[in-house]
Every structure is written in structure tokens, then in C-alpha cells.
């Protein structure tokens, strides 16, 4: 894999900055999968190994709409991948710590996201099943977008939807006695995924006029963030 520029991986500033913005995508990851699933038809957004086993268990069960569900979740999730992936490009001998090309496709998360809110607020009194696949298909491929943004980075391990990596890790980290300061970007990282989650299931469950801010607020702090690490 292709590093990074050394002399701009060497700055602790910016790692610790960088870390920080992937923090807040991996919260907004959390929110996502916890509308998906107790708003959009029980799939999730960025979870596909879930929505695989899903789409197993269903289709074993005879459960159409399930099976409909996740498979649709999983096809739209590898548009954003494809999307993103040409969005962002591949990583580069001398990338800094934030590419451009990551903002780029971080805006296109945010359109994807800004759609998402209009026809959630439009169709929020008048539930439909249809509307709800449509609403977890856009945010599966804003997700799947975000996905492809955070491996321009080129840093192994270092991802914002699929976690069950950074959990073997942290647990494989604790167990060899690695320092804290090694553990604790891993271990923030799946706290952020937790809190999204519980706050997403929060608003989803009992103020779901505000849900789509959970996604766009903090993919806005970030785009904004992210244009002061490059200037």
C-alpha cells in the first residue's frame, strides 16, 4: 500500500486532527446504521457483513421483504464504493495527511445526505416501505462513499464503517500490553460508533424530525474542518 508523504505523516498535529474527523464520520456511521435499522426496514447503512447475514437468514426464513431489503442495502452500499472510489482516487507517494480529493468526496456524501434529509422530512408523516428501502439505499451509498474517502488515507486499519477490525486489534493490543497511547485511537474510534448508534436509536425512537441532522451536522464540521487542515 502507498504511503503517504513522510514528512506530513510526521506531524503529530495533523494525525491527531485527522484522527479526531474520523472520529466524528465514525459517530455519524453509529446514527446511520441505528435509523437503518429501527427506521428504514431493518437493514443497516454501513454494516454489510450484518446485511450478508441478513440477506442469508431471510432468504433461508422465505422473508422477502427482509431479503429485498438488506440486498438492496449491500448494491447500494458498492454504488458509493465505485462513486467514491473515482471521486477520490487511489493514495499517493507524496498525499498529505488530508488529500483533497477526501473533501471532494466527503461533499458528495453530503449531497447524497442532503436528499436523504428531504424526502425523510417529506415523507416523515406518511410512512411508506417503498420510501423507506429509498431512504436506506441513499444512505448506503453515502456510506459506501465515506467508505472509499477514508482509504485514499492509505493507512491500514484506519476506516470509519467497518470496525470489527479496530476491535480485534484494540483486544489483541490489550492482551500483548501495548501502551494506552496505542490503544486509544482505536478504542475512540469504536466509542464513537457506540454513542452514534445509542443517540441515532435515541432520535429515531422518540424525535425523528431532527434524525437526518445526525448525519449532516457532523459531515459539515468535518468538510469544514478538513479545508483548514489544507490551508
Known sequence: MIQPDL?????????????????????????????????????FASVMTGNMVLLGLSTGRGEADLALTSGCAIASFIVGVLAGARVVGSAQPHDPVWPRRVTWALVLELSVFVVFAVVWEVTLHTPDDRVHLALLMLSAVALGVQS??????????LSSTYLTGTLTSLIAGVAARSPWADLRPKAQVLLALMVGAGVGALVALHLPVVAPALLIVPLGLVIVASARMRA
Open 7 to 43: 514528512a506530513a505523516q510526521q506531524d503529530p498535529r495533523l494525525l491527531r486532527r485527522r484522527h479526531t474527523l474520523v472520529v466524528v464520520l465514525t459517530f455519524l456511521t453509529g446514527s446511520a446504521d441505528a435509523l437503518g435499522f429501527l427506521s428504514l426496514g431493518g437493514a
Open 148 to 157: 472509499s474517502a477514508i482509504q485514499r488515507f492509505g493507512v491500514p486499519g
